[in-house]
Nanobody, 127 residues
Framework: QVQLVESGGGLVPTGGSLRLSCAAS??????????MAWYRQAPEKQRELVAT???????DYADSVKGRFTISRDNAKNTVYLQMNSLKPEDTAVYYC???????????????????WGQGTQVTVSS
């Protein structure tokens, strides 16, 4: 069973930046063979998929974060990152990572979540 541990959240002002990390562990598991994804869930809202990176390095983003967020992966460290710039109050949420696979295309909309969920990391953007 893969274990995912998110970190790097915090309180930042509007326009600020944060870099989230997600460390994967478990026997045996390597992110190299999976699409990795970041989700977020704001209070009283459904969990939203915001970014994916395939095993081949293709990335895709939700329209709400495109141009501001960057997902990346370090297979050697079994870690995936989410660089968040130009943060807005509406980015406030708990952020989760997930390991999964792609369906019919490499787009975010074809992502299929397969791993369990970690505790997440809280991101709060003050106005």
């Amino acid at each position: 069973q893969v274990q995912l541990v998110e970190s790097g959240g915090g309180l930042v002002p509007t326009g600020g930046s944060l870099r989230l990390s997600c460390a994967a562990s478990g026997v045996p598991f390597s992110i190299a063979f999976n699409t990795m994804a970041w989700y977020r869930q704001a209070p009283e809202k459904q969990r939203e998929l915001v970014a994916t990176v395939t095993s081949g390095g293709n990335t895709d983003y939700a329209d709400s974060v495109k141009g501001r967020f960057t997902i990346s992966r370090d297979n050697a460290k079994n870690t995936v990152y989410l660089q968040m710039n130009s943060l807005k109050p509406e980015d406030t949420a708990v952020y989760y990572c997930n390991a999964g696979r792609q369906g019919f295309s490499s787009s975010l909309h074809s992502y299929i979540a397969t791993s369990s969920w970690g505790q997440g990391t809280q991101v709060t953007v003050s106005s």
